[in-house]
């Protein structure tokens, strides 16, 4: 039960993090991208806050023998760059610059904004589900080895 608090506390401050910052506005972000027209630096110093924050509690968890509410901790193993890391990034970054949505920002501003009638985020929110479905498609068709048209 901790967990699941601790999870949803978390989540909250994130969320509280990214409205109070701004950064659930997608004009804000997409003026971050327009170096040529209306650039708004606020975003690198929201990434850059977060950096700093996470750096401070990275070297605070890792004196820690195991976490608080789990039996170890679950770090990435792999180091190397494939093709299924390139390409979704590559779609991540698409996705955002076209939408002024990053997932973990729109979570937030998909609860407001489904409150006031807003259609924006609840369609960044099905364009995701829907890359998400297509992506899991594709990699079940490339493991299987069956051809794409099938």
């Keep these: ?9 978390i989540g909250l401050v994130f ?3 990214i ?3 701004g950064m659930g506005n997608p004009a804000k972000v997409l003026n971050f991208f327009d170096v040529a027209g ?4 606020s975003l690198a110093f929201v990434m850059g806050g977060a950096l700093v924050v996470t750096a401070i509690g990275y070297r605070l968890v ?3 023998h195991e976490p608080l509410f789990a039996t170890g901790f679950s ?7 494939d093709m299924k890391l390139l390409g ?7 996705g955002w610059g076209m939408s002024g949505f990053c997932p973990g920002g ?9 409150g006031i009638g807003l259609t924006g985020p609840l369609l960044t929110a099905a364009a995701i589900a829907a890359g998400m479905l297509a992506a899991r498609w594709t990699s079940r068709l490339v493991s299987s080895g069956q051809p794409a048209s099938a």
């Design 1 to 9: 039960m901790l967990r699941v608090l601790s999870a949803f506390a």
């Design 15 to 17: 969320g509280t993090g």
């Design 19 to 21: 409205l109070v910052s």
């Design 38 to 41: 209306t650039w708004d630096p």
């Design 62 to 64: 890792f004196r820690m």
């Design 75 to 81: 770090l990435p193993t792999r180091q190397d760059l």
């Design 88 to 94: 979704g990034s590559a779609v991540f970054g698409i």
């Design 106 to 114: 729109l979570v937030p501003v998909l609860g407001i904004g489904l």
